[in-house]
């Protein structure tokens, strides 16, 4: 049975929820403090608290952040010897830069087109695609390293491309104007990206509506990959392909290349992912695992008296009411900030379906990746929610 969470109050509107809890036989009635609830003393409080901490259950609401997924991967490009990386990435016998004509090629670039090389590395396909939008198009050479940005612009002034726009992006971030891109190319750099969800959804953020996304990577496949290849890699085609669309994405197609053996190819559009009726499309095994995971919260937005009556352990009560209010505020923005962050998908559940339609329709505008499930509170108990 769903168990109520223990809960301390840092400040009066502001509870650490327990996720997951495992209780000790002395802890399993709920805790309130310092409103509502049963009156207790101080020290007693400050001893549930010290073993909340200790065996580390607390979530800090709204200020969580995932773990990054490979830490230290982009270490060598903080300061990078950028002629040696230039004859590294460059060269002939390296699968990409044999096919490179082809790969841009099956991108579709068009004249006017606003590209984005994500993780550009030293301009390979910066410099192919500058020529193929001119005269009115623009490339986003996007990557973690100054040193190589600097290099591709430089080389890029000197090829007489001046339709080159250098970013220096950050671990979560690709920090491009919103809805300021067609295509976003990503070649050999997805599994150096730490923060998956973040340089994912800021990238479906900088896509225009229907703009696609392009993935070339490493085939990672236990017995015919190469020993490098399956260390340095974090994962395959399916989870790749599955975290991409957990973004926002819809996967178009895979394209296939006679002499592409070490790669693969594929293509995504921006897509709001929703049924019909406006629910997510993601399913409660994906549901379960991000909300595990750190990469997503659920939120209960039925009212107080619904919610004790019962509800999910993994679920934070943010009433339907309350957000009417919050987005009522004059400082909406900022006041919706203090309850959920921006940087997580946020799942959230109803009694049948129905309000959570609403506080999309709220959430949304303020530019929350918000997910309607259609299941109520039963029917995730149902599924093995607790």
Not at 131 to 152: L, T
Not at 365 to 374: C, E, T
Request: hydrophobic share 40%.
């Amino acid at each position: 049975m769903p168990q109520e969470p223990l809960r301390v109050f840092r400040h009066l509107s502001e509870p650490f929820v327990l996720l997951r809890p495992t209780w000790p036989a002395d802890a399993r009635s709920a805790v309130t403090f310092p409103n509502g609830g049963t009156p207790m003393n101080c020290s007693l409080v400050f001893r549930v608290f010290a073993f909340v901490i200790s065996v580390g259950l607390v979530t800090w609401p709204a200020r969580a952040q995932e773990k990054s997924v490979r830490p230290g991967i982009n270490k060598a490009y903080r300061k990078p010897d950028v002629k040696k990386f230039v004859e590294r990435f460059e060269r002939e016998g390296r699968e990409v830069y044999d096919l490179r004509h082809q790969i841009v090629e099956a991108c579709g670039i068009r004249p006017g087109m606003a590209v984005a090389d994500i993780g550009a590395g030293t301009g390979l396909f910066t410099r192919l695609f500058a020529e193929k939008v001119r005269p009115s198009g623009r490339v986003y050479a996007v990557d973690i390293s100054k040193p190589f940005v600097d290099y591709i612009l430089e080389t890029s002034r000197k090829a007489g491309l001046n339709n080159v726009q250098g970013v220096v992006c950050t671990p979560t971030s690709c920090r491009l104007p919103r809805a300021s891109i067609d295509l976003a190319f990503i070649c050999d750099a997805y599994h150096h990206f730490e923060f998956p969800y973040k340089t994912m959804r800021s990238i479906y953020r900088a896509l225009k509506p229907g703009g696609e996304v392009v993935l070339v990577e490493f085939k990672r496949e236990k017995g015919k990959s190469l020993d490098w290849i399956l260390k340095h890699v974090r994962a395959g085609k399916e989870t790749f392909r599955w975290e991409i669309e957990l973004c926002g994405f819809e996967f178009l197609e895979e394209r296939t290349f006679p002499a592409m053996k070490k790669s693969y190819f594929l293509r995504f559009r921006k897509s709001n992912r929703t049924t019909t009726a406006g629910h997510t499309k993601d399913s409660l095994d994906d549901v379960k695992r991000l909300v595990a995971e750190g990469t997503a919260l659920l939120i209960d937005v039925r009212e107080q008296q619904e919610w004790d009556a019962g509800h999910l352990t993994d679920a934070r009560l943010l009433p339907l009411s309350r957000l009417r209010e919050l987005a009522r505020s004059p400082q909406a923005a900022d006041a919706l900030a203090k309850e959920l962050p921006k940087d997580k998908i946020i799942y959230c559940h109803c009694r049948s379906g129905g309000r959570v339609l609403i506080a999309t329709s709220i959430l949304k505008p303020f530019g929350y990746d918000i997910r309607p499930l259609k299941q109520g509170y039963q029917q995730l108990l149902a599924a093995g929610f607790e």
